[in-house]
């Protein structure tokens, strides 16, 4: 098969295999867009990994190409990774108000300057390179979210973002059917839809519903202190707590770094209204009575989580967990984690509180229904079900041939994939191999696999130490050898074995002398026989450091 130099291509770079790090291209033979770019969720067995991050090297290489990244919403797994390729590519960025504000937040946060950004109003067409792009209000769960359609010269690509069709929302308006329809009739190409809630039967929660059941708890606790745990960047769920609170004569209270960022962020574009003195400082909460305050703490991803178990076991300052505390769980989701969330709901019932949890199963996503709705709105000749783990996209395609799209019209596809489109045909033509990057939780740079390695040889095997003085005319040694080590039981540390390893050494090093071998060649060659000595005594592989310092005698 040949190139097809005038099709459209399609290349995911993110978003396919598993949940997060989204971020799709979208090129013509001149022109390159890219739709996103997200972090993915930590991966559990990496010690000091805080996320990855999309492979841009087709970018880099394309670069001339390139004309634009266009954002969809502000949630991490579609902006999270600005920061760490911008400095690279160099471009405009364009988004709808919220979503830039927080990008904005973003490299200031990362010292990053000169970046073009752009917002772009709902309703709104902007021209990035050949490509024609409008921005479609939608729903999800953080404000400003938007699908867009780009027209590209083979017809229309509708790429829906994260979504979900609600139609009593609390902040903004519901989908614009209206649109969606109005391109239905026009003609559709290719629809890149959301599939996270394809299993799931129905259509989701309105907000408006969430509301109701949310005034009733705020009704039956009425004495007591009120503690609630929800996404931060929720803002249809913050306003409604914040406005029950009003209803209720309670002061709010917030608590959580990203609730605040992405609170300050909405309220500045106006998204947000209520009274300015309901909110009042976390320091303060002691001074009022428990029917008169609202402790909101939140986060992203896992954050509420870890911010509520910091409570639980008493190592938050502001908030110690009282008899009759009511600690209510809205809309939050345990992934991965469930044997410390269960330690947290024990030691929350144990000091008294009540749990309670609202809606663990509403989701800014759309279940079946919804996508149902979609296709069936958009007509698309082709589709490729997106942002979803394979179980899922397969049963977005599911969906999708049940109102009639032929099934050889719906791609699953994976990362790295070359889609081939045209106004005839989509396939994939080709594929790019992209690598793991991933990020340094603490120095919150990109990490290479040999430090990863390292740290899990720490992690599992600990660390042993070699220090000595060595006579630097010489090369004989001039202190006695001394060996530390971290992460061995004492026993093992104290044996016989590690005497026997200082004998291994002190040999090595003296055949060096002999030899008169003086370099690093030294270091490297006594950490060697202690490795192999740790690994046939111990069956364990530590990092061994040596720390030799020469001297003058
Ligand atoms: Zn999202
Ligand atoms: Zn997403």
Do not use: W
Request: with cysteine; aromatic share 6%.
């Amino acid at each position: 098969m040949g190139e097809n130099k005038d099709c459209v291509k399609i290349i995911p770079l993110g978003g396919f295999d598993k949940i997060g790090m989204n971020m799709t291209l979208i090129e013509t033979k001149d022109n390159i867009i890219v739709i996103d770019c997200g972090t993915s969720f930590p991966p559990n067995n990496m010690p000091g990994i805080a996320t990855s991050i999309p492979d841009v090297t087709y970018l880099k290489d394309n670069i001339n190409k390139l004309k634009g990244i266009v954002l969809t919403h502000g949630h991490e797994d579609h902006i999270g990774a600005l920061p760490y390729i911008i400095g690279d590519l160099k471009v405009p960025i364009y988004g709808t108000p919220l979503t830039i504000e927080l990008v904005e937040d973003k490299f200031r946060e990362f010292g990053i300057t000169g970046v073009k950004t752009k917002a772009i109003k709902l309703g709104n067409t902007i021209v990035v390179g050949d490509f024609k792009i409008e921005f479609i209000r939608t729903n999800h769960s953080i404000p400003d979210s938007a699908m867009l359609a780009i027209y590209t010269h083979e017809g229309i690509i509708v790429h829906t973002g994260d979504f979900k069709i609600d139609m009593a929302p609390i902040i903004g308006d519901t989908v614009d059917l209206a649109r969606l329809s109005a391109l239905g009739t026009k003609g559709v190409l290719a629809v890149l839809s959301d599939s996270t809630n394809a299993m799931r039967k129905g259509i989701s929660k309105s907000e408006q519903e969430v509301h109701d059941q949310l005034d009733t708890f705020f009704h039956i606790y009425k004495e007591n202190r009120l503690i609630i745990v929800t996404f931060a960047s929720n803002m249809d769920r913050v306003q409604q707590i914040i406005k029950l609170g009003e209803k209720y004569d309670r002061k709010v209270a917030l608590e959580g770094s990203t609730m605040l960022e992405v609170f300050s962020a909405a309220r500045k574009i106006g998204y947000l209204n209520f009274s300015e003195d309901t909110l009042v400082d976390v320091r303060d909460i002691d001074k009022y009575d428990d029917d008169q305050i609202i402790f909101l703490t939140t986060g992203n991803h896992g954050e509420p989580v870890q911010c509520i178990a910091g409570i639980a076991s008493g190592n938050n300052d502001r908030m110690r967990i009282k008899k009759n505390d009511v600690v209510l769980f809205s809309s939050i989701a345990i992934h991965g984690n469930e044997v410390d969330f269960n330690k947290t709901l024990n030691s929350l019932e144990e000091q008294g509180a009540v749990v309670e949890f609202q809606d663990i199963h509403a989701t800014g996503h759309a279940c079946a229904g919804e996508l149902k709705l979609l296709y069936t709105l958009l007509k698309p000749k082709f589709v490729i079900p997106a942002h979803g783990e394979y179980r899922y996209r397969r049963e977005a395609k599911r969906i999708a041939a049940s109102i009639g799209i032929p099934s050889e019209n719906i791609l699953l596809i994976q990362n790295g994939d070359i889609v081939e489109l045209s106004s005839e045909e989509c396939k994939v033509n080709g594929h790019i191999s992209l690598n793991d990057i991933l990020i340094d939780g603490f120095e919150k740079k990109e990490i290479n696999l040999k430090v990863m390695e390292e740290r899990k040889r720490l992690s599992q095997s600990g660390v042993i130490i070699l220090e000595i003085c060595i006579d630097k005319k010489t090369g004989r040694y001039a202190s006695d050898l001394r060996i530390t080590s971290r992460g061995f039981s004492e026993q093992q540390a104290n044996s016989e074995k590690i005497q026997k390893l200082k004998a291994v050494v002190l040999n090595k090093l003296s055949s060096f002398v002999s030899q008169g071998v003086k370099d690093e060649r030294v270091s490297k060659g006594i950490c060697r026989v202690a490795e192999d000595y740790i690994r046939q005594k111990y069956n364990k592989e530590p990092i061994v450091v040596a720390l030799i310092t020469e001297v003058m005698l």
